[in-house]
């Protein structure tokens, strides 16, 4: 089985090193010109031909301030939310110390549609911040996991040795943007048309989507400096369902909800937040919105009434340290936290 | 009222069958678009207007407030009604839980 190794693209070093180039460049004409960079912005790399790939990952490098952490054989946030969060709190712990970090994932069994896309926000987030390669790793080893991994379009937005050209049908690779557009929510919609989704769970599928989408750019940003929010969806053959999976890398729900005076208080004293309590608290429509607006506040009360409608099995919300799992009405907040909200849920086809 | 007064929109075929967001600056085919393009001039020029709703993929809950409900509202759902009707023949329950949304009944 191939090795799969792929590196986060260097976007603010990237551009520093251009003009850099380009200064060169004007200063002594004469100087032999350099190729520019390799790839061109941080959605994608296409190198040349799949020699050059190679020859570039031969071997994964583990320089000297480089640390090699070991992703968790399940590797699946909502399923294994302790063990996979404290996987990215040691990643954050790492580069906090200044060094590059490896992500070992040649170990993992099972990898969940929303660790991946997680995986994918988190670098971005991090080269956002922290700017240049900072991360890199391997793919699973094992199938399906590698499969589903190498499909899933992750690989579309870092530098890598493979490319995967195939597009399976039993996938909706993954999709970011930061718009609202009902165009993306149709072909979650169609997706599941495909794969046998009745038309009654699909119209409440649109309306949620959306709903994600604005709370996203509404709320999950305060601050100007806006990220994405990513989407996928697979069909799983063997339990006969299509499971959608949404996520962004804000601040959380709970950071963004109004909070009554006693909560206040007990945020003040030093009293554990519950934000799992918060979180139930705007799904029921209690007023929540930060926008203090009679009219606001509606996406997840909507989200939450498509869920009771029964149109959505296997609900999971994970945002900061809350986990939520809807269809087994367990809530309970984390020991450690997610950066952003998680939505996960199935369609029985 | 004659029929041939009754001005005919088909939200799928002469806005979007994808509806959007809430505002304009959210992505294409808002609630705002919606109501700036079709619904405030109906409501200015004083004609009715017949709005079908089938055909459109789903209508989140923002979009209907931000194009239905600012204007329910500002002029009050009673007046607003005058002017609209609702068509959703496939599926009821779009125009029931926009009627709901101008009446203030769901959150």
Redesign the interface.
Known sequence: MKRIFWEATQRKRRKRRIRDVERRRKKSPSRKRRAASPSAGAQTSHPPDQLAKQQRFPQPLMGQSEKKLIAPENFNICENPEESIAFFHQIDKALAGGRRVFIDMGLVTTISMETILYLLSYIEYIGDRHGGERIRGNAPETEPAQSLFAESGFLHYVRTNQFVTSNSSKLLKIRRDLDTTGALAREVLQFGSEHGVSLDQLGSVYEVVVEMMQNTRHHAFPELNMLHWYLMARYNESEKSVEVAFLDNGVGISQTLRKRVHENVMQFVGLPKRQHALIVSALNGEFRTRTGQDNRGLGLPSIKRCFDSGNLQDFFIVSDKAHLHLSKNVCRDMPKGLRGTLYKWKLRS | MTKSSIKELNVARDF???????FIS?????GEEFRTVHLEPALASGEKLRITLDGV???????V?EAF??LA?KVGPIELMKHFELVSER?PLLAKEVLMRINGQL?
């Not at chain 2, 979007?16 to 809430?22: A, H, L, M, V």
Request: glycine share 20%.
């Open positions: 979007s069958p994808t509806p959007g967001g809430r959210d992505g294409p085919f808002s993929f789903g209508l989140p809950s923002s979009f407030d409900g600012v509202r599926n959150r």
